[in-house]
């Protein structure tokens, strides 16, 4: 649904606009910053989220990597079908999202 409302709106769908134009109510909770952008890679750190302080206050620091993981790739394959996530979490307070056609 998002890809369409992106594409009524003329907004090309592509790594960086998946996000920057999310229409989840994360968007304007969460803190990111932009690593990398470029039309078919984005790569992105979530420094703030809701999700990750709720298991950081639950001592389950080990499901932030998994919820981040299956939540963009389920929401890549629809906005992006093809695109592969990664991602990379060193520290429990943040985590590193790339989304690559």
Not at 13 to 37: F, G, H, K
């Amino acid at each position: 649904m998002m890809r369409e409302a992106h594409q009524e709106l003329e907004i090309e769908p592509q790594p960086a606009n998946m996000i920057r134009y999310s229409d989840l109510p994360c968007q304007y909770v969460c803190e990111i910053e932009e690593l990398e952008v470029k039309p078919d890679r984005y790569s992105f750190r979530v420094t703030k989220s809701p999700v990750i302080q709720a298991l950081l206050d639950y001592d389950l620091s080990d499901l932030v990597e998994p919820f981040y993981r299956e939540v963009y790739r389920a929401m890549t394959a629809t906005y992006l079908p093809g695109a592969k996530v990664s991602l990379e979490s060193d520290n429990p307070n943040e985590i590193d999202l790339t989304i690559e056609r």
